[in-house]
C-alpha cells in the first residue's frame, strides 16, 4: 500500500486533531512570554 493511502489508527487520528491545537498553543504561550520579557525590561527602563 502506497503511503498517501494509509489511513491512521485511532491514536494516529487523535494525535492529527490535535496537533494544530497543539501548535496555535505553543505559538501564542511563546509570544506572549516574548511580550511580557519585553514589557519587564521596558518597565526597569522607566
Known amino acids: 500500500m ?4 494509509r489511513q ?3 491514536a494516529g487520528r487523535l494525535i492529527l486533531i490535535l496537533l ?3 501548535l496555535l498553543l505553543f505559538a501564542y504561550f ?3 512570554a516574548a511580550r ?3 514589557r ?3 518597565m526597569e527602563e522607566a
Open 20 to 22: 494544530p491545537f497543539a
Open 30 to 32: 511563546t509570544g506572549s
Open 40 to 42: 519587564v525590561v521596558v
Open 2 to 5: 502506497r503511503l498517501i493511502n
Open 8 to 10: 491512521p489508527d485511532r
Open 36 to 38: 511580557a520579557g519585553q
